[in-house]
Structure formats: C-alpha cells, structure tokens
C-alpha cells in the first residue's frame, strides 16, 4: 500500500462521507420545502434549480477541477511558487466570471423564461439564486488551492456547511414569508435566495480556513522548494481557457442531464395538451426522486476531486505502473461504493418514497437507480481522462451523449411514457458517456482491470444484499406493521449484509480502508483474520 494510494483513498472517502452529510441536510432542507410549497412549485423549484446548476458548473466544479490539476501539477515537481501564483491569478479570473454570470441571470431573466416557456413568476428564484454565483467562484478557488495539494478537509467542510446553512436560512426565510402571508412565488424565491445565503457563509468559512493554515502549509513547502520561472496572469488566463472549457462540459454531465429535461419537458408535454400547472406538478414528483438520489450521486463528485491530482501526480512523474494502479483502484472504489447504493433504491424505491414523501412515484426514483451506478463511474472516468491530460475527450463524449439524450427525450415525453422518458434517455446518456469514456481510457493506457476484485466481488456483494433486502422488508412490514420502521431497519440490514459478503469474499483490500482512524492496526487485525489479502 502506497503513500500517493492512500491518499487518493483518503481524499475520496473524506469527500464521500462528508458529501453523504451535507446530502442528508440538502434533504432536509428540500423535503419539508415540498410539504411547504406544494407539489407545483416544488416542481418549478426543480425545474429553475436545474438551469441554475448548469449555470454555476464551471465555477462550482469545472473550472476549480482545472485549477486543481494545474495546481497538482506544480506540486509533484515542487514548484510552490507558481502553485501560489496560479491561485492568485485565478482568484481575479473566476471573481469576474461569477460576477458576469450573476449579471446574466439578473439582466437575462426574461429572455430565460421565454426560451424554457416557464410561468413568469420563475423569475423571483432566478434572482434569490443570482446573488451566490459570484460567492461560489471565490469559494471554488480556494477549493483548488487544496485539492491540488490533495487537502480534502476543506472542501468536505465547505460541503456540509454550505447544506446546513441551506436549511436553516432557507427553511427560516420561507416560514417567515408564510406567517407574513407572502404569495407562493415570493415564498419559492426567499427559499432560493437562502441557498445563496448558505453559499455566502460556507465561502467566509473557507476564507479563514485558508488565513489560519496557509501561512503552516506555506512554511512546510518552502524547505523542499525548487525555483522555477514565473508565471504570468496572462499565461494562468490562457492555460485556464485552455483546459477549463472541455473540463467543465465534462463535469457538468449531471447538470447537462437536468437542463435538457428542463428545456424539453415543458415543452413536449405541453406539445401533448398538458398545462404548465399540470406538467409542474408531475415535475414535482420527478424532483423529488432526484432529491434522494443526489445524496448517494455525492459520490461521484467525491471520486472525479480525489482522483484529478492523483493522476496528474502520477503523470507528471512519468510513473505508468502508479497511473494504471490509481485507474483500476478509481473503479474499483465507484463499483464498491456506487452498486449498493443502486441496488437498495431500486428495490426500496417504493418504502422510501412513502416515508419520506408519502408519494407514490416509486417508478421514477427505480429508474433514476439504474442511472445511478452509471453516473459514479461515468464521472470517475472524466476524471481519470482529465488528469491524465485527455480532457477534450471527455467534453467530445459528453457531446455525443447529449445529441442521443436530446432525441430520446424529444421522442419519449411526448409519448405515453412521459416523464419517465426523460430518465430512460438519462440512462442512455450516461451508458453512451461511460462507454465512449472507457473505450478512450483503454486505448490510452492499455489497462486491463482483474476483473474478479473490480466486477464480480462488488457485483455479488450488491446481488446477495439485494435479495436479503427484500426479503427483510417483506418480513418486517407484515410484523411491524409500519413503513418507516420496517424501511430503516432494512436498510441498515442492508448495509450490514453488503460488508460483510465484502469480508467473506475478500473483496476489501488494505488501499480501501487507509481512510479510518489507526488504519495500520485495523488492517493488521483484519489480516489476521484472514479477512482481507495478505
């Protein structure tokens, strides 16, 4: 096991736990909001949230992604110097980008409307949301500042920040705007300018991380220092342009997925005689399902940070063996991670849904668990491509697949297969974006994966867990008579099942538990005990 592998381990799961939190508290927020607003707004609410995503992609993930890489590369020859500079730079770039994009969502709200044929009371989200914009790209700055260096503490404490803050101002702001008796759009907009509230807090905190700990990090660095030439902003800004065009549209596939089904289904469904009141509300339940799946989808975001540097480390060092160990351990790591979490929300699609929103949109939430596995890894190998230098590649994929979605849905909507066509063509999207990916990553590098440790262990593990979930849910409900009992204690059963088919088989191995507190002993014991491979 070595050092740059658990790092990468460490970072990934550092990010995954702490995204799986702040998830938990995106729920929070967003659960009591439908109750709150009703099935119609919530609806309109998902459908301006994924516009919004796009919109701050580059400066949320894309464009930090690039920094990050740029920044990682500098380290792995020890060039802190330039690492610094590159940050400084940037920090102007992205805080007149954020700037421009914030202004664009103020100025452009109505030519906005009018493309996605919205009703016009949509406006007052896109202003509560225009105010983080500019907020997001400084705090994404800093982020890359420590991703590079493979410092994931900050962006997971961002992370949860940020989703409770979300709650907190969020649910406060819409109460109060209730008891003031505050028409429904004005309500939904005050909800929206809470998330920009959060950003702002959640960007504060990460500045003054980075004043306690730079002057540390900076002192560490200065003894191993090499002097390199420096960097100019003009070469920062062209290097910046140069990468973070196609990085961004790569890492942008989940919002790219939701803003083509925002800009098609208003518009197809009412092609079929639908109302925009009616197509809301159906829109409402799809939003819900995306709320449950977007907390196990941290995953995939967790991974493609964690696995950028790492890679460019590896790459700027010349070290082949280490970037087809890091390839094989990134998907090993999203199958391990990314089936489970599939395989439990299709079979409990149903029970969820119940307990948290006393919906039955059982359908939706079931094929969105199917993309699920297939967002993990097509996001794990954007990033692997990305750190390895191919980032147009990625970029061109996303292309494809977004040409393939776009027909699926036009076609699909329309149909008697409605919203749920809109999911079936995100299933194609990202099976095309995993397959265009991989065909690349394999003939770049040649990589042959065991397939024993990477596909079949994982594979049965989430197969077993599966058949005893729905056999423990069957069981439970018809002694206990209760929903939110029975779907609970399933699911921890679940998880219980799935790590221990994982020992059983030894599917763990030393790199996959480098993230716990004394590792080494753990490890040591598990050994022992014949539980994972000596």
Same mark, same amino acid.
Not at 284 to 311: Q, R
Not at 335 to 342: E, I, K, T, W, Y
Not at 468 to 473: D, G, L, R
Not at 521 to 526: S, Y
């Given at each position: 096991?070595?050092?740059?592998?658990?790092?990468?381990?460490?970072?990934?799961?550092?990010?995954?736990?702490?995204?799986?939190?702040?998830?938990?508290?995106?729920?929070?927020?967003?659960?009591?909001?439908?109750?709150?607003?009703?099935?119609?707004?919530?609806?309109?609410?998902?459908?301006?949230?994924?516009?919004?995503?796009?919109?701050?992609?580059?400066?949320?993930?894309?464009?930090?992604?690039? #920094?990050?890489?740029?920044?990682?590369?500098?380290?792995?020859?020890?060039?802190?110097?330039?690492?610094?500079?590159?940050?400084?730079?940037?920090?102007?770039?992205?805080?007149?980008?954020?700037?421009?994009?914030?202004?664009?969502?103020?100025?452009?709200?109505?030519?906005?409307?009018?493309?996605?044929?919205?009703?016009?009371?949509?406006?007052?989200?896109?202003?509560?949301?225009?105010?983080?914009?500019?907020?997001?790209?400084?705090?994404?700055?800093?982020?890359?500042?420590?991703?590079?260096?493979?410092?994931?503490?900050?962006?997971?404490?961002?992370?949860?920040?940020?989703?409770?803050?979300?709650?907190?101002?969020?649910?406060?702001?819409?109460? #109060?705007?209730?008891?003031?008796?505050?028409?429904?759009?004005?309500?939904?907009?005050?909800?929206?300018?809470?998330?920009?509230?959060?950003?702002?807090?959640?960007?504060?905190?990460?500045?003054?991380?980075?004043?306690?700990?730079?002057?540390?990090?900076?002192?560490?660095?200065?003894?191993?220092?090499?002097?390199?030439?420096?960097?100019?902003?003009?070469?920062?800004?062209?290097?910046?342009?140069?990468?973070?065009?196609?990085?961004?549209?790569?890492?942008?596939?989940?919002?790219?997925?939701?803003?083509?089904?925002?800009?098609?289904?208003?518009?197809?469904?009412?092609?079929?005689?639908?109302?925009?009141?009616?197509?809301?509300?159906?829109?409402?339940?799809?939003?819900?399902?995306?709320?449950?799946?977007?907390?196990?989808?941290?995953?995939?975001?967790?991974?493609?940070?964690?696995?950028?540097?790492?890679?460019?480390?590896?790459?700027?060092?010349?070290?082949?063996?280490?970037?087809?160990?890091?390839?094989?351990?990134?998907?090993?790591?999203?199958?391990?991670?990314?089936?489970?979490?599939?395989?439990?929300?299709?079979?409990?699609?149903?029970?969820?849904?119940?307990?948290?929103?006393?919906?039955?949109?059982?359908?939706?939430?079931?094929?969105?668990?199917?993309?699920?596995?297939?967002?993990?890894?097509?996001?794990?190998?954007?990033?692997?491509?990305?750190?390895?230098?191919?980032?147009?590649?990625?970029?061109?994929?996303?292309?494809?697949?977004?040409?393939?979605?776009?027909?699926?849905?036009?076609?699909?909507?329309?149909?008697?297969?409605?919203?749920?066509?809109?999911?079936?063509?995100?299933?194609?999207?990202?099976?095309?974006?995993?397959?265009?990916?991989?065909?690349?990553?394999?003939?770049?590098?040649?990589?042959?994966?065991?397939?024993?440790?990477?596909?079949?262990?994982?594979?049965?593990?989430?197969?077993?867990?599966?058949?005893?979930?729905?056999?423990?849910?069957?069981?439970?409900?018809?002694?206990?008579?209760?929903?939110?009992?029975?779907?609970?204690?399933?699911?921890?059963?679940?998880?219980?099942?799935?790590?221990?088919?994982?020992?059983?088989?030894?599917?763990?191995?030393?790199?996959?538990?480098?993230?716990?507190?004394?590792?080494?002993?753990?490890?040591?014991?598990?050994?022992?005990?014949? #539980?994972?491979?000596?």
């Amino acid at each position: 096991m070595n050092s740059q592998s658990t790092k990468f381990v460490k970072g990934a799961m550092i990010l995954s736990i702490a995204g799986l939190i702040a998830k938990v508290f995106s729920a929070i927020y967003r659960i009591p909001l439908s109750y709150l607003v009703g099935n119609d707004v919530f609806g309109d609410y998902t459908a301006v949230y994924g516009i919004y995503g796009l919109l701050i992609s580059p400066v949320l993930v894309g464009i930090p992604n690039a #920094l990050t890489k740029m920044v990682s590369e500098r380290i792995a020859v020890n060039d802190y110097d330039n690492a610094h500079k590159i940050y400084r730079h940037a920090m102007v770039i992205l805080g007149c980008l954020g700037f421009l994009i914030s202004l664009f969502m103020i100025l452009g709200v109505d030519w906005i409307i009018a493309t996605t044929e919205w009703p016009s009371s949509n406006r007052y989200m896109i202003y509560g949301f225009s105010v983080s914009v500019m907020f997001i790209a400084i705090a994404g700055v800093y982020k890359s500042y420590f991703q590079g260096r493979e410092i994931m503490v900050p962006t997971a404490l961002t992370q949860i920040i940020e989703n409770i803050s979300k709650a907190i101002f969020g649910l406060g702001i819409i109460y #109060l705007l209730i008891k003031l008796e505050q028409d429904s759009a004005i309500v939904i907009g005050g909800a929206a300018f809470g998330v920009s509230l959060a950003f702002i807090l959640s960007t504060l905190y990460i500045v003054r991380y980075y004043m306690k700990h730079t002057k540390k990090i900076h002192t560490e660095e200065s003894k191993v220092a090499k002097r390199y030439k420096e960097v100019t902003f003009g070469q920062v800004g062209k290097q910046l342009a140069k990468l973070a065009i196609p990085i961004s549209l790569a890492t942008a596939a989940y919002s790219v997925m939701n803003f083509i089904d925002t800009i098609t289904i208003f518009k197809r469904m009412q092609a079929i005689g639908f109302s925009k009141e009616q197509v809301s509300h159906m829109y409402g339940f799809m939003g819900k399902a995306l709320t449950i799946i977007n907390v196990p989808l941290t995953i995939s975001l967790a991974l493609m940070i964690s696995i950028l540097p790492a890679i460019s480390t590896a790459m700027v060092q010349k070290n082949k063996q280490e970037v087809r160990n890091k390839i094989s351990l990134g998907i090993r790591l999203s199958l391990l991670l990314g089936l489970p979490a599939a395989t439990g929300i299709i079979i409990l699609a149903n029970p969820i849904m119940t307990m948290i929103f006393r919906v039955k949109a059982n359908d939706y939430l079931q094929l969105f668990g199917i993309c699920l596995v297939l967002m993990i890894i097509g996001q794990t190998l954007a990033g692997i491509l990305q750190g390895m230098g191919k980032y147009l590649y990625p970029a061109m994929a996303l292309l494809v697949s977004v040409g393939i979605k776009y027909a699926i849905n036009y076609h699909l909507i329309a149909s008697d297969f409605q919203l749920r066509g809109a999911i079936i063509g995100s299933i194609c999207y990202y099976v095309v974006f995993v397959s265009l990916n991989y065909w690349k990553l394999k003939k770049e590098t040649g990589v042959i994966l065991d397939k024993t440790s990477v596909f079949v262990k994982p594979i049965l593990a989430s197969v077993i867990m599966g058949i005893s979930v729905f056999f423990i849910y069957k069981g439970t409900i018809g002694i206990l008579h209760s929903n939110l009992i029975a779907t609970v204690l399933t699911i921890i059963s679940g998880m219980i099942i799935y790590f221990i088919v994982l020992f059983a088989t030894k599917a763990l191995q030393e790199e996959d538990l480098s993230f716990l507190p004394n590792h080494t002993k753990v490890i040591a014991k598990l050994k022992k005990l014949g #539980l994972i491979k000596k």
